[in-house]
């Protein structure tokens, strides 16, 4: 896969969610929560106003409704704005 995010845009590949709870319940896809952490995969080059701080393998926390979905090679993605991530994990 090839893809160049431009501008300030950023792609994240969401952690999974989680699929069994602490009780040993196994929770449906339909009622999984949307994860709210993933790795980034690639930067755009930013703006003139704004500098890309978030790098390749950096985990990042980012808001429920952030992003836009894709999937290439069967793998499911996140794109969105360098300004819709909340924090980077260390």
């Given at each position: 896969?090839?893809v ?39 930067v ?47």
């Open positions: 896969m090839n160049k995010p431009l501008s300030d845009r950023v792609l994240i590949e969401p952690a999974p969610a989680e699929e069994v709870t602490s009780g040993g319940i196994i929770i449906p896809d339909s009622a999984k929560e949307k994860p709210l952490k993933g790795t980034v995969k690639a755009g080059n930013g703006t003139k106003d704004e500098a890309m701080v978030v790098k390749p393998g950096d985990t990042v926390l980012y808001g429920k409704y952030a992003g836009t979905e894709l999937e290439f090679d069967g793998v499911k993605y996140l794109m969105m704005r360098q300004s819709d991530i909340l924090a980077v994990v260390e």
